[in-house]
């Protein structure tokens, strides 16, 4: 494959000259990369990925092994200091590997692969495994990696070992350079959770959502795989990791003419994903979960970037405010049809009663706290103090909801919002101004009821950390979990980032006394830009961070993190209560449903919560909502249990949900799907 974008070309140029910053800025508009790495007297073009955490080790330290070879062009050439030599093997098919060896024990953190620059075929598909003995391997990384001739990074939790493998599948190797870096070790401790592995991703997912049909992790950039700045062609960047399959599969969805950054995102109750504005500020897009096509569905009223999104119960999407667009200002209500395909404007909800005192006025409507609620309303939350109920009778309606807080200034801007129970929603972190203002650790437990009434603020003690573009989920025993942010909102700088993540613990018997607790720690910065989502299995994919063209910020990747209530004492996984059917799979608001499973279950510890979809620090899919089980006399069945989805549609929102079950010990199943209809 030849290299795209302009790589190449770019090169040359820099090499001896000294540019101009803003000749430096219209390459990364123009989707080219003139940050380079120097050899000696050559450069190596870079994405602007911060190197993995620790140092490099000197290759005169290490010693290389390989599958194979060409003459001429051995590998350990990958430890001289020129980019002219370079290993490459006999492109025999199959899996073809280069073994490191560090000549002792390291804390390994990652590797650097520099591509011979000449070449016209790259590495793509890829392993990387640690050993401490060439016999038994750990998978630290895997994925796929965009085929060009910049650097290549691998970065994970640091494992200690002697022996450090890359291995590539169906793919020629040329490979001018390979570090490894190490870094100081962070002891496991399964009480506090477990990072990894690393999926490379060949973008930077800023946005995200997980496929309910088949599990698969639906992440995009935008119309360039590693910078949003200036949309070029209405087009963007996607990647689909199948977790089961343990595939990385790129593609541009050019058919829709739409630039997905900067979107609103919202599950239809079929389990479609709806995709709205952004740099294509009035498109609407629909990634048909059936099909797996990206279809063009009719546009907004209005153009919109960083709106808020949300599904109503009756099955039709809100969308609100969202200034980063054509016009700023005045982006009051509409609602999509989506059986119809059909947009209507709603002038009576109005935008300026959620309007934060930000610094810039296009950021005053951004990234709403929007939820879905009963009788076709939508309770706001943030990031304004101010909170609000929208009704879509007539024109629409706007009532006030009380203030979350009664500080002088009391806006949240990029904190989140998670309804971890029916009615109850956890709002915590953000900053006063979207940007250059401080964090915030507040937390907030809002509960809500009937709507156009006010809601109930309880304000428990603050997080271990002031955070904010930081990310969360809520877990199946409806704790919820956060991970990343900084204490001071600097896109794209990541210099005061949170390495420790954090669980928040809902107290039902008094709420002001629940409590925040710190977990395992991890390496790699993951601050604006950046998702989580929470994936079947009930573990997290925490990713992304930059786009941002020369930022260095930009992490084409994600890790996983496996909760502690997956892990015994010694870090190995525990065995998992299973659910083995669900019957029926589909059902409406108020129904019962009827569960078996391989075991004896905590009958009040069992929860379905709603396929997520992030962005920007914004998911307003996620809903955990509980449902305690009866179990059925004995005839039936010693596991035989039935559950009632709730019976309101606003609190059951239309859509699919996870069903987990937990056994005494806390340890939750993996998940079943449970869709609820729209009514």
Same mark, same amino acid.
């Given at each position: ?593 009827? /569960? ?54 606003? /609190? ?28």
């Amino acid at each position: 494959m030849k290299v795209p974008w302009g790589f190449a070309a770019a090169v040359p140029a820099l090499v001896h000259a000294q540019m101009d910053p803003l000749d430096h800025d219209k390459l990364y508009q123009e989707g080219k990369t003139p940050a380079v790495d120097k050899f000696g007297e050559d450069t190596v073009p870079t994405l602007d990925q911060p190197k993995p955490p620790g140092q490099k080790i000197n290759p005169s330290d290490l010693s290389v092994t390989c599958s194979s070879s060409v003459t001429g062009h051995g590998c350990s050439n990958v430890l001289d200091p020129s980019i002219a030599s370079y290993w490459q093997n006999e492109d025999v098919g199959g899996t073809q590997w280069i073994t490191v060896d560090l000549e002792k024990e390291r804390s390994i953190s990652g590797l650097v692969m520099v591509p011979y620059q000449d070449a016209d075929a790259f590495i793509e598909t890829h392993t990387v495994e640690v050993s401490q003995d060439m016999k038994t391997w750990k998978e630290v990384a895997y994925g796929r990696w965009w085929p060009d001739n910049s650097e290549k990074l691998s970065v994970f939790q640091p494992e200690k070992g002697r022996y450090l493998r890359l291995q590539m599948t169906h793919s020629p190797a040329f490979i001018s350079e390979l570090d490894v870096y190490e870094t100081e070790y962070i002891q496991p401790d399964p009480k506090k959770g477990a990072w990894g592995p690393t999926i490379d991703l060949p973008l930077v997912p800023v946005s995200g959502a997980i496929d309910p049909t088949t599990g698969n992790l639906i992440g995009w950039s935008s119309w360039q795989y590693n910078t949003y700045l200036q949309n070029m062609g209405s087009k963007t960047q996607v990647s689909t990791w199948n977790p089961y399959k343990r595939t990385v599969t790129p593609r541009e969805v050019n058919q829709t003419n739409h630039d997905m950054f900067c979107p609103g995102i919202t599950f239809d109750e079929h389990g479609n994903i709806v995709v709205t504005g952004g740099n294509s500020a009035r498109q609407t897009t629909r990634y048909n979960t059936a099909t797996g096509q990206w279809e063009k569905r009719y546009h907004m009223n209005v153009d919109r970037g960083y709106q808020g999104a949300t599904i109503l119960s009756d099955g039709r999407i809100f969308v609100i405010g969202g200034s980063f667009g054509e016009v700023i200002g005045n982006k009051f209500g509409e609602v999509y049809d989506v059986q119809a395909d059909r947009w209507t404007e709603l002038p009576e909800c109005d935008v300026t009663k959620m309007y934060t005192e930000d610094l810039d006025s296009w950021r005053m409507d951004n990234h709403g706290w929007l939820f879905g609620w009963k009788n076709e309303t939508v309770f706001q939350a943030g990031p304004s103090k101010q909170m609000n109920w929208y009704g879509m009778v007539g024109n629409g309606t706007t009532t006030p909801a009380g203030d979350r807080n009664h500080e002088e200034y009391g806006d949240a801007m990029c904190g989140n919002a998670v309804m971890f129970d029916g009615g109850k929603i956890l709002g915590f972190g953000g900053s006063q101004d979207y940007e250059k203002s401080p964090a915030l650790d507040d937390t907030y437990i809002i509960s809500i009821d009937e709507p156009n009434t006010d809601a109930s603020v309880v304000q428990p003690a603050g997080m271990k950390y002031k955070r904010t573009f930081h990310n969360s989920v809520v877990l199946p025993d409806g704790s919820v979990f956060v991970a990343g942010g900084q204490d001071w909102g600097f896109p794209f700088n990541e210099t005061t980032f949170v390495s420790e993540p954090e669980r928040f613990v809902y107290n039902a018997k008094e709420p002001a006394k629940s409590t925040w607790e710190t977990w395992l720690p991890n390496t790699v910065a993951r601050t604006y830009h950046s998702i989580a989502l929470l994936l079947q299995d009930g573990t997290v994919f925490v990713g992304g961070g930059g786009l941002c063209g020369n930022c260095t910020a930009n992490h084409f990747d994600g890790q996983i993190f496996t909760p502690p209530s997956h892990l015994n004492s010694d870090g190995s996984l525990r065995s998992r209560p299973v659910i083995y059917s669900v019957e029926p799979a589909e059902a409406k608001p108020g129904d019962w449903i009827k /569960v078996k499973t391989d075991s004896r279950i905590a009958e009040d510890a069992a929860s379905i919560i709603r396929y997520g979809s992030a962005t920007h620090t914004v998911d307003t899919d996620q809903r955990r909502l509980s449902v305690p089980f009866k179990r059925r006399w004995f005839w039936h069945g010693f596991n035989t249990y039935d559950f009632q989805i709730p019976e309101d549609p606003g /609190v059951a929102a239309p859509g699919y949900y996870m069903l987990y079950v937990l056994d005494r010990y806390g340890t939750p199943s993996k998940s079943v799907n449970v869709r609820v209809a729209a009514v």
